[in-house]
């Protein structure tokens, strides 16, 4: 099975700030990951979807990259409706999400 | 429009089997496969299992022994049956679409399941 190691846990930032969330995958996952966000009381809604490919209706301050086992999620320019958890997910062998990151205003 | 909804009951009983049913709509599950996954109050997601568009199953390792997820294309529904319930199933757990073996798109809101002891 294939492991998601996401970081960090949990993220505090300002508005207008950038940041930055990683997940390593147990072996190489030929950039099929997706990333999606969850508020309170509400099922995930996915943003990205193979490494950086944005789905319809995310907003272009939603960034994705990476190659291999290491990939990477970005939000520039945070804003008061990103305050959310964020979850990586590999596909490239059945499915297996990372642990999560809780993005809170600081 | 793509809809799925989760159904079953919201307490059982530590030791029994879990049944719920995910009714689809705007698709067919001949061309999607259904994805189950669940979270823990206050934790992450995990994925438990997938019924394939042709019928065929997938079951995450730590669950393949206690889990099992069928369908009935003709009433646009999957059930899941997972037995030997313990407090540690206690969770919402989510349907949600995928195509071919791709991330998943469009998800059910959810049904939260207690398991008491």
């Known amino acids: 099975d294939i492991q998601m190691t996401q970081s960090p846990p949990s993220l505090s930032a300002s508005l207008g700030d950038k940041v930055t969330i990683t997940c390593q995958a147990s072996q190489n996952i030929n950039k099929y990951i997706a990333w999606y966000q969850q508020k309170p009381g509400k099922a995930p809604r996915q943003l990205i979807r193979y490494t950086s490919t944005l789905v319809s209706g995310t907003p272009s301050r939603f960034s994705g990259s990476g190659s291999g086992r290491d990939y990477s999620f970005s939000i520039s320019n945070v804003e008061s409706e990103d305050i959310a958890s964020y979850y990586c997910l590999q596909y490239d062998n059945l499915w297996t999400f990372g642990g999560g990151t809780k993005l809170e205003l600081k | 429009q793509v809809q799925l909804k989760e159904s079953g009951p919201v307490l059982v009983q530590a030791s029994e089997t879990l049944s719920l049913t995910c009714t689809v709509s705007?698709?067919?599950?001949?061309?999607?496969?259904v994805i189950w996954v669940r979270q823990p109050p206050g934790k992450g997601l995990e994925w438990m299992g997938i019924?394939?568009?042709?019928?065929?199953?997938d079951y995450n390792s730590a669950l393949k022994s206690r889990l099992s997820i069928n369908r009935d294309t003709s009433k646009s529904q999957v059930f899941l049956k997972m037995n030997s319930l313990q407090t540690d199933d206690t969770a919402i757990y989510y349907c949600?679409?995928?195509?071919?073996?791709?991330?998943?798109?469009?998800w059910g809101q959810g049904v939260m399941v207690t398991v008491s002891s």
């Open positions: 949600t679409r995928v195509h071919y073996s791709s991330s998943p798109d469009y």
């Open positions: 019924i394939w568009r042709n019928g065929n199953t």
């Open positions: 705007g698709f067919s599950l001949t061309n999607y496969g």
